[in-house]
């Protein structure tokens, strides 16, 4: 009942909210002027000049991302629990071995858990190396395979879980998981709302409970949102991977799409145990420069999904160039790992100009650490990846990920991984 009412409250402000949220700018004679973060300028203005001060460096701007935008997420846990609940070894015909896992967040058994569902290509020498993903449908929703587990699921409008339904196998089309196992590539997944459900009042669910103080029934300033909570169950699967003989735990690629890019860049940020970092289309908040007035704004962002930032991020609503941190220093977080920033030409929203611009301003850390950048300050042509160390394309099409876009994170892991 408390929960049905948070949430028909907050339908009502989401309401409210579209009725008066500012329209979106996509001129760019209106963009303005803005002077971005520096991010090899330490906090008193002494210059980063070496790997060694970077490393220093790099810790300021984790706590400035931590204080102002993403909040604190806790510490590790010392052991985290796995139950592997199914194998299959011929599964998919025969093309990989399917593992299905329960990684839990506590000691209870009836507490909150994720479902891993993993994929080993049956022909490729061990250990290999891996895509690690979070999905929005439920893992049953990326592949027609009859063996997945049907999951509970939340329900986009009325939010409300349910079990998902045998007609969901294989709806989703952003991942292309047998031409990843043809490559030589795991594949792993999870459904991101098993982790915390995406909604405004969703502090009832989820993993973010579990970390609350004693007696504590608000939010501190710096809690961690629901894009830090993404991101720890990124980090505990990677736990999971970690002590699987198949799976090379030093080659894990994580991709993430739209607010799941946002949540790959922050985990990419947090765990360093990730080898490479893929985000598509993931826009404000994300890989696009915030202090450029074009597209989706701080505004929208704190108007819409509030929950998935800390309280502090609501201060800088209408005072971008305020934020002591902006888009390319959460990719330079990354560096010298690689790194793949992607656009959609009718994705104005997302701004892929500014994600572009975001890539080549995180170019100057990734050169101090010897790993290069992206060779070119020039916004390249629809379906022309650039591939260094800091990969980029804009392609034709909408907000989605396409067949195009796998056949570029998979060539990247190629050039980076194998």
């Known amino acids: 009942m408390l929960r049905q009412l948070v949430i028909n409250s907050g339908l009502l402000l989401c309401l409210n909210a579209a009725a008066q949220m500012p329209p979106a700018n996509y001129d760019e004679a209106r963009v303005g002027s803005y002077t971005l973060p520096a991010p090899l300028v330490f906090n008193d203005g002494k210059p980063v000049r070496t790997p060694k001060d970077w490393a220093k460096r790099r810790a300021e701007i984790l706590?400035?991302?931590?204080?102002?935008?993403?909040?604190?997420?806790?510490?590790?846990?010392?052991?985290?629990?796995?139950?592997?609940?199914?194998?299959?070894?011929?599964?998919?015909?025969?093309?990989?071995?399917?593992?299905?896992i329960s990684?839990?967040?506590?000691?209870?058994?009836?507490?909150?858990?994720?479902?891993?569902?993993?994929?080993?290509?049956?022909?490729?020498?061990?250990?290999?190396?891996?895509f690690l993903t979070l999905n929005f449908m439920g893992n049953q929703s990326v592949i027609d395979d009859p063996g997945i587990k049907l999951p509970i699921i939340w329900d986009w409008k009325t939010?409300?879980?349910?079990?998902?339904?045998?007609?969901?196998?294989?709806?989703?089309?952003?991942?292309?998981?047998?031409?990843?196992?043809?490559?030589?590539?795991?594949?792993?997944?999870?459904?991101?709302?098993?982790?915390?459900?995406?909604?405004?009042?969703?502090?009832?669910?989820?993993?973010?409970p579990l970390y609350s103080k004693p007696g504590q029934n608000q939010p501190i300033p710096d809690d961690w949102g629901?894009?830090?909570?993404?991101?720890?169950?990124?980090?505990?699967?990677?736990?999971?991977?970690?002590?699987?003989?198949?799976?090379?735990?030093?080659?894990?690629?994580?991709?993430?799409?739209?607010?799941?890019?946002?949540?790959?860049?922050?985990?990419?940020?947090?765990?360093?145990?990730?080898?490479?970092?893929?985000?598509?289309?993931?826009?404000?908040g994300g890989a696009s420069l915030m202090r450029r007035n074009y597209g989706e704004t701080i505004h929208h962002l704190v108007d819409s999904f509030p929950y998935w930032f800390d309280g502090n991020f609501q201060k800088f609503d209408d005072h971008a160039n305020q934020l002591p941190v902006d888009a390319h220093e959460l990719i330079a977080l990354t560096a010298p790992r690689p790194v793949y920033i992607?656009?959609?030409?009718?994705?104005?929203?997302?701004?892929?100009?500014?994600?572009?611009?975001?890539?080549?301003?995180?170019?100057?850390?990734?050169?101090?650490l010897g790993a290069g950048d992206l060779g070119t300050d020039q916004m390249p042509a629809l379906n022309q990846p650039i591939m260094h160390t800091i990969g980029f394309h804009v392609r034709e099409g909408k907000h989605e990920v396409t067949a195009f876009d796998w056949d570029q994170f998979l060539r990247f892991a190629d050039k980076n991984l194998q």
């Open 103 to 130: 990684i839990y967040f506590s000691d209870k058994e009836n507490g909150p858990k994720e479902s891993l569902l993993l994929y080993v290509p049956s022909a490729a020498k061990r250990p290999v190396p891996i």
């Open 63 to 100: 706590t400035l991302f931590e204080t102002n935008m993403f909040g604190r997420s806790p510490k590790p846990p010392k052991h985290t629990r796995f139950e592997v609940v199914d194998v299959d070894k011929n599964a998919l015909g025969g093309k990989a071995v399917r593992t299905q």
């Open 226 to 284: 629901a894009i830090g909570a993404w991101a720890y169950g990124l980090s505990r699967a990677m736990d999971y991977l970690e002590q699987n003989k198949d799976i090379d735990a030093k080659r894990v690629a994580i991709m993430g799409h739209s607010r799941l890019g946002k949540t790959a860049l922050w985990a990419g940020a947090l765990d360093k145990r990730f080898a490479m970092v893929i985000a598509n289309c993931s826009g404000e």
């Open 342 to 368: 992607t656009g959609a030409q009718d994705d104005q929203w997302a701004d892929p100009r500014g994600e572009f611009l975001a890539a080549v301003a995180a170019g100057p850390v990734y050169k101090l």
């Open 159 to 208: 939010h409300q879980p349910h079990l998902a339904a045998e007609s969901s196998r294989g709806k989703s089309h952003e991942f292309q998981v047998e031409k990843t196992l043809a490559r030589g590539y795991a594949f792993a997944t999870i459904y991101y709302q098993e982790i915390e459900p995406d909604f405004k009042g969703a502090l009832l669910d989820g993993i973010r």
